[in-house]
C-alpha cells in the first residue's frame, strides 16, 4: 500500500524547501525518526472519503532526546510539495501499526542489485534496481535522464531546477528569533524546543516567487512536552529482544502520540490516543523491523507526542518543467513534537542474550547450554555441557 506522506526532520536538524521534482526517497533512505510520527496524509481515518488533490506545506517545530542522557536538540523544518503524491512511501498494516517498508532487489539469485544501481519502490510499490543519476552540475541545476543527452554523458542532463515555496517565512511566539529563508538550509544552535507548552506561535509566509504557495499568515498552538515513565532506557534488552510484546509508558497528555519502533527491516509507526499512558508494541510488530539477516540485531525506540492543525484554505500557483502539475488547492500542515527515544543491541549470532547480558552459552558456568543452568563449583562449561 502506498499513502502519501510528507516526511520532517529530527535528530538531523535541517530545515529544507522541497524542489518540485522532489519525489519519496528510497525507504532505506528515510531515517526512523522521520517515521516516528507520520503527518496526517498517511494516518485517516476509517471510511473517510479520500482527500481532494491539493499541494501540500509542512512546517515542523520540535524537540527529540535520548533517553540516555536527556539531551535535547531542536527540530525545525519546513517543506513544500506542489502535489501530495510526491510524498507517497510506501507501508503495509500490522495491527494497529503502519510499517515503512524497505525494498530488497533481486538481480538474478543474488539479493540487491549491480554496481552503481540502487534499490527503490516504483510507483506500485515494487522493488526495482535504478541508475541514479550522477552527473555533475551547477548552481540551480539538477541531474535529470532525457534521451537527448550525448552519449559519452550516459542518458543524463543538467536542467534548471524549478523552486516550489512559499518564500521567507518567520515565527513569533518562539523561544528564540527563527526566520527562514529559501532553500531553508539552516541549523539553529542551542539545545531543547524553540516553544513553550501550550504557547501560541504566529507564523508568516511572504509567499513563494514564481511558484509555491501564496503569502499566509496564521497561528497555532504548541503541544507539551513528552516524559516517559518508566524512561525508555530502563527497558532491558530481554524485554526488547524476547519473545513477548514491549510495554512503553508516559505522563498522560491532550495531543496525539505515535510509538515506533525502528530496525534493519524496516520502521513501524503506532499511532496511540495519548491519554492512555501506555501502548505495548505487539511482538510480531517488532519481528517484521527487527528481521531475520541481520548478524547483530537492534532497535530503536520512539515516543513522540504530537500536536498538528491542518490549514486547507490555502493557494498554490505557478508552472514547473516538464509539465508537471501544481495542486492550486494548499494544504498547511502547523505540527508542534516532543520525542524521546532510546537504540537497543542485541546479540551477535553467537551468542544469547541471558537477562540483559551478553553470553556465550557453549563455555558459561552461569550459563551452561542455556540462561539460568548454572554449573557445580568446580565444573567447568564445554560445548554446553558442565563437565
Given at each position: ?72 536538540t531542536?527540530?525545525?523544518?519546513a ?85 516550489f ?7 513569533d ?17 542551542g ?36 516524559e516517559?515513565?518508566?524512561?525508555l ?14 510495554p ?17 527491516a524496516?520502521?513501524?509507526?503506532c ?7 501506555t ?38 500557483f ?46 558459561d558456568?552461569?550459563?551452561c ?13 564445554s ?5
Open positions: 500500500m502506498r499513502t502519501a506522506t510528507c516526511l520532517g526532520l529530527c535528530f538531523v536538524v535541517a530545515l529544507t524547501a522541497a524542489c518540485a521534482t522532489s519525489v519519496a526517497p528510497p525507504a532505506e533512505d528515510i531515517p526512523p525518526e522521520e517515521a516516528a510520527a507520520a503527518p496526517a496524509e498517511g494516518n485517516k481515518i476509517p471510511g473517510e472519503p479520500p482527500a481532494a488533490p491539493h499541494a501540500l506545506g509542512q512546517i515542523i517545530l520540535g524537540e527529540t532526546r535520548s533517553a540516555a542522557d536527556g539531551n535535547s531542536p527540530v525545525i523544518s517543506t513544500f510539495l506542489p502535489d501530495a503524491k510526491l510524498a507517497a512511501k510506501c507501508t503495509k498494516k500490522v495491527g494497529a501499526c503502519e510499517i515503512t517498508q524497505i525494498p530488497k532487489c533481486m538481480t538474478g539469485a543474488t539479493t540487491g542489485c549491480a554496481s552503481g544501481e540502487t534499490c527503490t519502490f516504483d510507483d506500485g510499490c515494487t522493488p526495482k534496481c535504478v541508475k541514479p543519476c550522477t552527473k555533475s552540475c551547477g548552481a540551480g541545476e539538477e541531474c535529470v535522464f532525457s534521451n537527448t543527452a550525448a552519449a559519452a554523458d550516459a542518458g543524463m542532463i543538467c536542467q534548471k531546477s524549478d523552486r515555496d512559499a518564500g521567507a517565512i518567520s515565527f511566539g518562539t523561544t528564540s528569533a527563527v526566520t527562514l529563508f529559501p532553500p531553508y538550509a539552516v541549523k539553529p544552535v539545545n531543547g524546543a524553540p516553544f513553550l507548552a501550550r504557547s501560541e506561535i504566529r507564523v508568516q509566509a511572504t509567499g513563494g516567487a514564481k511558484a509555491g504557495f501564496e503569502k499566509f499568515d496564521e497561528r497555532f498552538t504548541a503541544t507539551t512536552f513528552m516517559t515513565s518508566p524512561s532506557a530502563e527497558i532491558s534488552r530481554g524485554d526488547v529482544f524476547g519473545t513477548g510484546g514491549v512503553v509508558s508516559w505522563r498522560p497528555g491532550e495531543d496525539s502520540v505515535v510509538v515506533s519502533a525502528a530496525g534493519p524496516g520502521t513501524a509507526s499511532t496511540v490516543d495519548d491519554k492512555l499512558g501502548f505495548e508494541i505487539p511482538r510480531d510488530v517488532l519481528r517484521e523491523v527487527i528481521g531475520s539477516e541481520a548478524t547483530t540485531p537492534s532497535l530503536t525506540l520512539s515516543v513522540t507526542r504530537e500536536r498538528r492543525e491542518v490549514k486547507k484554505d490555502k493557494k498554490a505557478g508552472n514547473l518543467a516538464g509539465g508537471r502539475t501544481v495542486q492550486p488547492q494548499g494544504w498547511l500542515e502547523l505540527v508542534t513534537r516532543s520525542s524521546e527515544s532510546f537504540s537497543y543491541a542485541s546479540c551477535a549470532t553467537t551468542q544469547t542474550l541471558c537477562g540483559d547480558t551478553c553470553t556465550t552459552t557453549t563455555s558456568v552461569k550459563n547450554g542455556t540462561c539460568g543452568n548454572a554449573c557445580l563449583t568446580g565444573q567447568y562449561c560445548a554446553g555441557v558442565c563437565r
